[in-house]
């Protein structure tokens, strides 16, 4: 489906960001993965022989500048930035009695990636992809969708709460303003998904047995990320519960597809 595209994909050195780019790479793309982690290299060298793809391994910070301006480059010595994945973030609890000095460490750990990243990695892909058209897909979550369950937002996790639903602004924004060029910009708003952050928030990293059988695999959301490429809606929010399938679902209307209200 995806040959002769070029994808980046932040934040690809595990989880989400390893299935993302193993997909993409799959389903026929070349990938830029990237990640603040030097594993990365390692990830896409194994996700290369896995499936014969052109899968370059990059340590890059999308909080900054220079690695962002890096990484397009890169992509465009490839052949081009045909789709991007806006997958690397970062949580941590941010209780909101913490101190001033600690509540300004925490916005600035957890909006340079999760919000400013996003920003600058995307208007750098911008001017490349107004050449043939792509796909921008914003990793978010279902904290931003109507509840289908108790647990969503969180209130000790009130800057990654922000930082999300802070993207609904680019991804209903971006669709509209990029729509001309054949540039379609979307958001995967899932809920528990098997990844090392999620795991990260219980002890010694395990789920609980009745949770465990009920969490999702980041295959599974990286199958709903192509079944949105074949769909070719732009502007929206697709929503990934847990104990639901794992789908795009049909299209909203218009002033309903950021807040994903029935």
Not at 27 to 32: F, H, I, M, P, Q
Not at 81 to 107: C, F, M, Y
Not at 173 to 194: H, P, Q, Y
Not at 199 to 212: H, K, L, M, T, W
Request: net charge neutral.
């Amino acid at each position: 489906m995806l040959e002769g595209k070029v994808a980046i994909v932040s934040g690809a050195a595990q989880g989400l960001g390893e299935a993302f780019a193993r997909k993409l790479a799959q389903e026929g793309a070349d990938v830029l993965a990237f990640d603040v982690k030097d594993t990365v290299a390692d990830v896409a060298k194994k996700i290369a022989a896995e499936t014969g793809r052109k899968v370059v391994g990059m340590k890059a910070d999308v909080s900054k500048r220079s690695d962002v301006e890096k990484v397009v480059a890169k992509a465009v010595e490839m052949g081009g930035v045909d789709i991007l994945v806006n997958n690397a973030g970062t949580h941590r609890k941010t209780p909101v009695d913490s101190s001033w000095e600690q509540a300004v460490a925490d916005w600035d750990f957890i909006m340079d990636t999760n919000f400013k990243g996003v920003l600058m990695l995307s208007r750098a892909c911008v001017p490349h992809m107004k050449e043939k058209g792509g796909d921008i897909v914003n990793i978010s979550t279902y904290y931003v969708l109507p509840a289908r369950s108790d647990g969503t937002n969180q209130p000790d996790t009130d800057l990654y709460n922000a930082s999300k639903w802070a993207l609904n602004g680019f991804t209903d924004s971006w669709s509209k303003s990029l729509e001309e060029f054949g540039i379609r910009v979307n958001a995967l708003c899932m809920g528990a998904t098997d990844t090392p952050m999620l795991r990260g928030i219980f002890p010694n990293g395990e789920y609980p047995a009745d949770f465990a059988k009920l969490v999702m695999k980041p295959e599974q959301i990286a199958q709903q990320m192509i079944d949105l490429f074949k769909d070719g809606r732009t502007g929206e929010n697709i929503g990934a519960w847990v104990g639901y399938p794992v789908e795009v679902g049909p299209r909203k209307a218009p002033n309903k597809r950021i807040s994903g209200v029935a």
